[in-house]
């Protein structure tokens, strides 16, 4: 069901903070990945605040909902996903990156509160998340474990495989969601390896899909409400259409963002445009 328009503006005004404190992190820090990271923040923010079932103070509940951010380099939006949901404090951001730190570049389940997997090398992430569901529905929970799958992650034809295995498994329990923003860390993904029709490939590996736009908070509830409202036998992934960098101007679209430290003009003009935006007002 679509969010009531006090909460929309309260999830939307959340993702911009999030936003300015990623980057801050990352402009402290002078290193990780501001384009990924700025892509996947609504849809972490749906999946967290409205979808999954998952309890700060019980991280290892056997039967919460389960998130594989195949993307591993984005972790920084997660972090600070996760830090609103308590299972950290969000003052932890500051530590990104930094010796002995908690929060790793890339999602680490041995050092994170709230990770269910450790992530970075693209492609290894979907296979990991079919095990975990096909884990969860032996066990006999009824949880649902989510895969964010980036275009640099679907190159890998480790992915394709994993979309065999799951259809043979019949793991309804497994939800795909394609960060889809067309751009990877060099250049545009049609450039680099030509995607061909993204749906019909996944509806020929036996999936079931959807799609939305990726940066509106009401329809990445309401196609992740259908996706999990009817399973039949089906993975199912939801192709949300994003942009890289979104909210920044400078950064949206660009390859050039993809892992690169913020000067302090860049930082201070990413800042200002997200202060001004109307998000959430
Ligand atoms: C197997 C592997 N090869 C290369 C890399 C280096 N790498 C990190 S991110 C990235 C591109 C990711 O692009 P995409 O999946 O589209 O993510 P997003 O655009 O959301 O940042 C690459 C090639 C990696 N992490 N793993
Ligand atoms: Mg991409």
């Known amino acids: 069901?679509?969010?009531a328009p006090e909460r929309k503006k309260h999830l939307d005004a959340l993702c911009n903070?999030?936003?300015?404190?990623?980057?801050?992190?990352?402009?402290?820090?002078?290193?990780?990945?501001?384009g990924g990271s700025l892509s996947v923040c609504e849809i972490l923010t749906a999946l967290y605040f409205?979808?999954?079932?998952?309890?700060?103070?019980?991280?290892?509940?056997?039967?919460?909902?389960?998130?594989?951010?195949?993307?591993?380099?984005?972790?920084?939006?997660?972090?600070r996903v996760l830090a609103e949901k308590g299972f950290f404090p969000a003052s932890e951001m500051k530590t990104l990156r930094r010796l002995n730190t908690r929060l790793q570049g890339h999602p680490s389940t041995t050092h994170t509160p709230g990770i269910d997997l450790s992530t970075g090398p693209l492609g290894t992430g979907l296979s990991a998340a079919l095990g975990m569901a096909l884990g969860l529905r032996l066990?006999?929970?009824?949880?649902?474990?989510?895969?964010?799958?980036?275009?640099?992650?679907?190159?890998?034809?480790?992915?394709?495989?994993?979309?065999?295995?799951?259809?043979?498994?019949?793991?309804?329990?497994?939800?795909?969601?394609?960060?889809?923003?067309?751009?990877q860390l060099d250049g545009r993904s049609n450039d680099i390896m030509p995607q061909g029709d993204m749906e019909a490939k996944f509806k020929a590996f036996g999936w079931r899909t959807l799609a939305c736009d990726g940066h509106d908070l009401n329809a990445l509830v309401d196609t992740i409400d259908k996706a999990k409202a009817y399973p039949d036998g089906r993975p199912v992934v939801i192709l949300a259409d994003t942009v890289k960098g979104k909210g920044v101007s400078f950064m949206e679209g660009q390859n050039t963002w993809h892992g690169k430290?913020?000067?302090?003009?860049?930082?201070?003009?990413?800042?200002?445009e997200l202060s001004s935006s109307k998000a959430g007002e």
């Not at 979808?51 to 972090?79: F, I, N, T």
């Not at 964010?148 to 979309?163: P, Q, R, S, Y």
């Not at 430290?261 to 200002?272: S, T």
């Open 139 to 183: 066990s006999g929970y009824k949880s649902k474990v989510y895969a964010i799958l980036g275009d640099g992650d679907v190159n890998e034809g480790t992915v394709w495989e994993a979309c065999m295995s799951a259809t043979k498994f019949k793991a309804d329990n497994l939800i795909a969601i394609h960060d889809w923003n067309r751009v």
């Open 1 to 3: 069901m679509s969010l």
């Open 50 to 79: 409205e979808e999954m079932s998952v309890d700060a103070a019980d991280p290892q509940k056997p039967d919460r909902d389960r998130l594989v951010l195949c993307k591993g380099h984005a972790a920084p939006m997660l972090y």
């Open 17 to 34: 903070k999030f936003r300015v404190d990623v980057l801050e992190a990352l402009y402290g820090i002078q290193s990780g990945h501001p």
């Open 261 to 272: 430290a913020l000067g302090e003009a860049d930082y201070k003009k990413a800042v200002a």
